[in-house]
Each structure stands twice: as C-alpha cells, then as structure tokens.
C-alpha cells in the first residue's frame, strides 16, 4: 500500500480566483495554465494499519492546517477504497514553499496520483484531477501536462469541475522565468483571499463575469500559437484580478515595489520587440512567459532589477505521475 509520485507547479495564464461551493472547493470560473518542467514536487504515501493517524510530513515539517488538508483529501480516496487505514505522507518541494509558486497546485496533485496508486484504485486523470481540486483549486491543473483548461462546471457536487490538456509541451515550448522578489510567506493564503474578495470587492462580479471571454481569447491563442494574442489577454487577466483584490477591504496587495519594478523591466523589453509577457499569482514573485530563444535575455534582464534575490528559468512540462508502486 505504497507509491511516490511527482508533479510540477503550473502558472495561471488565465486566473482562478473565487469560489462557487468553499466546501467541495468549486471554482466560480474556469481557468488556463501552463505546467512547469523545472519545479518538482515528490511525495511519497503509505498506507499502515499500525498508525492511529495520518503522518504527514512536508518539506521536513509537521504543520497541523497541513496535515488537515491532505487528510480531507485521503479520505476520499480511502471512501473510494472502502477502508479507513491511515496513511504516512512525506511530500518535498525543489523549491520555495508558499511564496506564490503554486506548491499546493504540485503538492496536491502528487498526492492525488500517489495515493491512488497506493491503494491500487486505478483512478483516470480526470477523477484524479476532481480529487486534486479538493486539496486546492489550481492542483486539478496540475494533473496534466502542458497547456490545461479547467472546467468550472455546473453541478451541485463538483464532478464536472475538472482540468483537461488543451496542448503538449513539447508543440509550443515556452519558457518561463521567475523572478523571486521575497522568499518569505505570503501574507494572506489563497483561500482566504478568496473568500475576501468575493464578499468585499466591489469589482468581484465583473471579474468573474470576465473569464469566460479571456478563456475563449486564451485558447483560440494557443490554438494559433499566437503569442502576442495569447501575452495580451494573459497580462490582461492577471491584472484584472489584482484590481479586484486592490479595491477589498481592507485591500489584499501581494505586490511589493520589486514586484512593480519587474513589470515594468517586461513592459520596456516588449517595447524592444522582445517576445515576453508577465504573470504575478498570489505572491509577489513574477512569472515572465517568453519564446525559448528570448529566455536568456529576459533572464539577465530580470536579474538586473533591484530587489530580485533569484531567477529560476523552466520550460513546461508533463503532468503528475507515479515514479514508484502502482500508477
Ligand atoms: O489553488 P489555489 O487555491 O492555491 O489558488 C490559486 C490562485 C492563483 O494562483 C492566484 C491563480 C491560479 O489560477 O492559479
């Protein structure tokens, strides 16, 4: 009753921030994202009779809200395997934890794939993907390689809200540069921030009535392999929802100066003709989407601005899978 999976982080071209249902986690709207390649997380999950309770240990650490979080999510895959034995988990991430790099999205979705393959439930992606999105929302993405769509759905009990692949890595290779600004916790943590915006931001139903137009932009984009189309609507999609969370009260601002600064290093590079748009999630890191062969440029450049304490470069990856145990 044992297997360790793998999964990367995906950045949000088009964002998912709202709810429809907190309790079984139901995205007001869709969203588009693209997974990483260079990011990992492993987790490893072992189900024993001898234990009392779940153990779940990530990045080294015991964390109580953690622990209750991957529990919820292993009880509906020990439902689905009609027993009630416990499990270890030990999760570790190749990178910074909760600064904005979608460490949920990874963490949740190698969860999803290593408790199904130890429990041997041969679950598909999809059911895989719906079981992600209980841990958190942007995990169903991470399920699947390349460029992702997620469905918001219609349906009470969330089993039409799942990710699918619109197109592979390997077909438009991109690369995404980030550009971390802080390594320290985010202040405020996604849920909340959600719940937040959705019952103080007076731009909370325009932004939702947004997605589905920048949705259709996005993928007519993707489906062209056009790059400025799909840089527009991205930069315009991410802007929109920290606008919305700038006028909650009290407002959620996951910006800092540097933050602003390296937007504005990506505006003057796109001014110079260079093939590059930005994206910032919640957190203060920034996320420059560019061709391959603009890469190394967009780097330097970033690397340059006051403030930036790393650079991480990635081109998009596959989706979650099981290194070891049953898939
Ligand atoms: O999946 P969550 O609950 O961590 O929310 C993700 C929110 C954003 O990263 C800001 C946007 C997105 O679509 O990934």
Redesign the pocket.
Known sequence: MYAAAEAQP???LI???GKRNDAL?LPAAG?L?ITLDALHTQTTVHFDATLADDDVVVNGKRDPDQARRVGAVLDLLRARAGIATRARVRSTNDFPTSA?L?S??SGFAALAAAANGALGLGLDARELSILARRG????A?SIFGGYVEMAAGTRDDGEDAFASPLLDASTWPLTVVIAITSHAPKAI???AG?RASQRTSRYYGDWIASVPNDLAIARAAIAARDFEQLAAVSEASCLA?HAMMLAAHPAIIYWNGTTLDCIQRIRALQADGVNVFFTV??GPQVKAVCLPDAAAHVADALREVAGVEDVLLSGLGDGARVLEGRA
Request: hydrophobic fraction near 35%.
């Open positions: 995906n950045v949000a964002k998912y921030w986690n969203s994202s904005g979608a949920s999205a958190s929302g942007s995990a993405r943590g996604s849920r959600m929802m999630d919640a």
